[in-house]
């Protein structure tokens, strides 16, 4: 299931187009969507196919659609504090975007049939709390995992706010699953081809709402040996008084970090129209003055009487975000038909590396210093590359000293625009990890704010 948007370069891009398509609807979600890297829960040789709008099963392992768990999102209606069950948890991609929402008091289950899927959902886990930008923007509800069938709860099974399904209900366990939730809760489950939002009203009422059609592979049914054993669900442990003091206080010191993260724009846009959505991106265009004589045959930017023929900066295109990739390619097969007589896009020379190869080099020496942090971490995001691009290698060998200048701010203007996302990514770490060293407490205590990861 699934192909319902484009494919996307990152992560971003592929939030981008699920934005487009209007699958994610409220910034929240969106902001916890792109907080938590999808390629980072799959496998090193299966990296590829992570930002494609496709589910994906790997032995065990297996994550839904881009555009299902959007829905599921949004379906959910998560708040702070809230108690959630993952039913089929999977990798744990979506308990971790969860648990970004539902904050330190909240509760964050998941169960899964297979150990060595919870295995790996845990050893995910441990790798996004270490390298995880999102946990100084975030306080985070830590999902807890466990391996049993979600048919085998007790009847002293507690009730959540909020249940997800990740696979196909059989009919005769309809009402054992709706009486997970509370009153008032939501439960979300693939139940007869249909993605369902089943809201509770009181003991004995429910209101169904079709969210989307869905193919989903069903529940394992236990076995009649298994029969007599139940599936015990973790204990719900209050945080111990040292947990809340470091919550209040990164809470306390994260209010004063400026400026916060922000997600892009929100324009959700009809879901038939095939509105695409819109980033500003300068480019300077050098055209013909009406004035003045067109080019010689010769192929030269001088009329006979030795005037430029090209003129400064004058247009400012709307460039469709997701198609920029194509628009450069396009700019360097053919620069004359956006105006442009000749465009230095070498990435390096003779004399030596570019200054776009050595920063590249240094990024990716980073992050093997960093313990091979998760894609999409900043100091390999894709986004910086691009505007590193824009700024140091749209270059004109033909355009005067001062056009070129106004060219260069043209262009670091773009990149600005562009890699803004990334600044602010980093701006929560690198800041809230001053503001704990700058307190006058021992050092053991700054490590247990800082979440017991290594100050840089």
């Not at 979600?150 to 005769?172: K, N, T, W």
């Amino acid at each position: 299931m699934g192909g319902a948007v484009s494919t996307g370069e990152d992560n971003d891009d592929l939030i981008d187009n699920l934005l487009i398509a209007d699958y994610i609807k409220t910034p929240a979600v969106e902001k916890v969507f792109r907080a938590v890297d999808r390629a980072f829960y799959y496998t090193e040789d299966q990296k590829d196919t992570a930002y494609k709008d496709v589910a994906w099963k790997h032995g065990n392992l297996h994550l839904s659609a881009p555009c299902i768990y959007s829905e599921v999102m949004e379906s959910l209606k998560l708040e702070p504090n809230l108690s959630f069950l993952n039913l089929g948890c999977g990798t744990g991609y979506l308990s971790t975007m969860v648990g970004l929402i539902l904050g330190p008091y909240g509760l964050n289950h998941g169960v899964e049939i297979h150990s060595d899927v919870v295995d790996y959902a845990n050893k995910k886990l441990e790798e996004f709390k270490c390298h995880s930008v999102a946990l100084d923007e975030y306080e985070f509800c830590e999902p807890k995992f466990i391996v049993g069938n979600c048919l085998q709860f007790g009847s002293e099974c507690r009730m959540y706010d909020r249940v997800y399904c990740g696979a196909a209900c059989p009919p005769e366990h309809e009402n054992y699953m709706k009486n997970l939730i509370k009153v008032g809760g939501i439960l979300v489950m693939p139940f007869n081809e249909e993605l369902l939002q089943i809201t509770r009203i009181n003991q004995t009422t429910w209101d169904t709402k079709s969210v989307m059609p869905v193919s989903f592979a069903s529940l394992i049914l236990p076995k009649k040996e298994d029969c007599l054993h139940t599936t015990l669900l973790p204990d719900n442990k209050p945080l111990t008084l040292q947990e809340v003091c470091r919550s209040v206080i990164r809470s306390l010191l994260r209010k004063n970090i400026a400026p916060p993260r922000t997600t892009r724009p929100h324009r959700p846009p009809k879901r038939h129209a095939k509105k695409r959505c819109v980033r500003r991106l300068v480019i300077p265009i050098f055209e013909e003055s009406d004035n003045e004589a067109p080019p010689n045959d010769s192929g030269s930017d001088s009329d006979d009487n030795g005037h430029n023929t090209r003129r400064h900066i004058s247009a400012v295109i709307e460039h469709v975000f997701g198609q920029r990739n194509e628009f450069v390619r396009d700019l360097m097969d053919s620069p004359n038909r956006y105006g442009f007589s000749t465009l230095d896009f070498n990435e390096g020379s003779a004399e030596g590396p570019s200054e776009m190869q050595v920063e590249e080099e240094q990024s990716d020496k980073q992050s093997t210093s960093n313990g091979g942090a998760p894609s999409g971490t900043p100091s390999g995001d894709p986004r910086r590359t691009k505007a590193l691009f824009l700024s140091k290698r749209l270059t004109f060998v033909d355009s005067s000293d001062s056009e070129k200048e106004e060219v260069a701010a043209a262009a670091a203007a773009a990149a600005v625009a562009v890699a803004s996302d990334v600044d602010a990514c980093v701006v929560y770490k690198s800041c809230l990890e001053e503001k704990i060293l700058a307190l006058p407490l021992p050092l053991a205590l700054k490590h247990f704010l800082n979440n017991y990861r290594q100050f840089k």
